[in-house]
């Protein structure tokens, strides 16, 4: 059944019957004295009748309000019931957490031997999307983003500054690197159409400006670094996530040329989950092991036999 009348002035309703007190329920609600008192008095004129009185310093319920006032309490108490039921459901599950594949397999996934499974508090339900899905709604509980930290309504936890850099299968071009740079202009430049700064690296290069025959953009991150390892051409991606395939012996970079981004990883998640132990759980677990890859030269530690590049 649909309700006749807006929600929160039943809800103001509620809080200045229960307190008798316009002051004390607005400070239940979060809003302004004022605000209550409009909320009552729109209430009572799309009722018709007269809610509440003032008598001396207390409100008192007319003989509608205490008609009306126990139906709400009930109502608004099985509402509130019903909602921690599902919250507490929630934190005693996994822990739902977006990513991009890329960061999935090419980051998290040689790292997933070291993770503590059995453990209590740390089960995971993991998902990856190009596009990312809606915290605020529900769709997941926490994401590990790529962006600049910046996700109105969200915390966000940066676990390490993302570089890019340019990558191809080892052997592929050789020479001096403005050789290097001239062979490399007849090449097909592989490139997701997500990655952050890739043009901006072409211009950066100290041997000169990189001008590829060809760019391919794709949707697909993974496609890039396959491609390059393939030999059908370059590929300009994240060097941290490149990096799988580097130590791997299927990729290397073409120049050295690391670039930050003004990027980075993070650990997103609604305000609302600050407390979760789960959440905290993966959240040191993933700062461990960010503070292990910085203290790791570039390329060598575990091996992984999939490529991506980051897109998002």
Not at 73 to 87: K, P
Request: hydrophobic share 45%; charged share 20%.
């Amino acid at each position: 059944m649909r309700i006749p009348v807006p929600l929160n002035a039943l809800r103001a309703f509620e809080a200045a019957v229960r307190h008798r007190s316009i002051k004390e329920a607005a400070a239940e609600l979060g809003v302004t004295p004022s605000a209550v008192s409009h909320q009552l008095r729109a209430l009572e004129e799309l009722l018709g009748v007269q809610l509440l009185k003032r008598i001396g310093a207390r409100l008192e319920p007319t003989e509608a309000g205490r008609r009306l006032g126990p139906g709400l309490s009930q109502g608004f108490d099985h509402i509130a019931q019903a909602v921690a039921a599902v919250r507490s459901e929630r934190r005693e599950g996994p822990l739902r957490v977006d990513m991009l594949p890329s960061f999935a397999t090419q980051w998290l996934s040689p790292r997933l031997a070291r993770y503590p499974f059995e453990r209590h508090g740390f089960s995971l339900q993991i998902s990856t999307t190009q596009e990312g899905v809606d915290l605020a709604a529900g769709e997941a509980d926490a994401g590990i983003w790529l962006g600049a930290g910046q996700w109105p309504g969200l915390v966000a936890e940066r676990l390490f500054q993302a570089s890019v850099d340019l990558y191809a299968r080892p052997g592929h071009v050789g020479g001096t690197p403005r050789e290097r740079l001239r062979a490399l202009r007849a090449s097909n430049l592989f490139v997701s159409r997500h990655c952050p700064g890739w043009r901006d690296w072409t211009d950066s290069l100290p041997a000169g400006r990189f001008e590829p025959a060809c760019v391919t953009l794709v949707d697909s991150g993974g496609l890039t670094l396959q491609a390059a390892a393939d030999g059908a051409g370059v590929a300009i991606a994240v060097a941290e996530l490149a990096d799988a395939g580097v130590r791997a012996g299927r990729l290397e970079s073409v120049f050295g040329h690391r670039m930050p981004v003004g990027m980075g990883f993070h650990l997103v998640y609604p305000p609302a989950l600050r407390e979760d132990r789960r959440l905290g759980n993966l959240s040191r677990w993933l700062h461990a092991q960010a503070a292990a890859m910085r203290a790791e030269p570039s390329g060598e530690g575990e091996t992984d036999d999939s490529l991506a590049c980051a897109g998002r």
